[in-house]
């Protein structure tokens, strides 16, 4: 199997599948004239690679899983990989106590430096986290040709 065919199945790039070859993730064959030949399972891999990625583990961080990397699941369910995604979860809610606790501060400085508007917004209104990754709403407004007619 050549690496557009895996690409395509796994939903990624040709350039993204290089990547996870040069990094040690994925171990292509070489077909007689040079190309990498991959195999049907390179294609779960790179899956999982990518949820993986999406947890917000690095490709070191998958590296030292890589053993554990497998077709039967979309995220490999190994020791290894549980624990890394633990503490994957303990940054995540660490990062989040401190953004709190920055809202916070500043909730309390607005408060002082402008005591009429500076508490509009309750300190402790914590947006609702999802599962769900947030959207993004792109506003696209037509561009003014600031050039004159003369050229």
């Known amino acids: 199997m050549r690496i557009g065919a895996v690409a395509d199945e796994a939903e990624v790039s040709p350039r993204m599948v290089r990547h996870y070859a040069n990094q040690g993730l994925l171990t292509p064959g070489r077909d007689i004239n040079g190309y990498r030949s ?23 961080e998958i590296r030292r899983v890589q053993g554990c990397l497998d077709a039967s699941s979309p995220v490999p369910t190994c020791p290894a990989t549980v624990n890394a995604l633990r503490e994957q979860l303990h940054e995540v809610d660490a990062q989040i106590a401190n953004l709190a606790e920055h809202r916070r501060r500043l909730h309390q400085t607005l408060r002082e430096i402008d005591p009429d508007n500076g508490a509009t917004t309750p300190p402790h209104e914590t947006p609702k986290l999802t599962d769900e990754p947030p959207r993004l709403r792109i506003v696209l407004r037509p561009v003014q040709d600031e050039r004159s007619p003369d050229g």
């Open 38 to 60: 991959f195999e049907q399972g390179d294609v779960a891999r790179v899956r999982q690679i990518q949820a993986l990625i999406r947890l917000g583990m690095t490709v070191e």
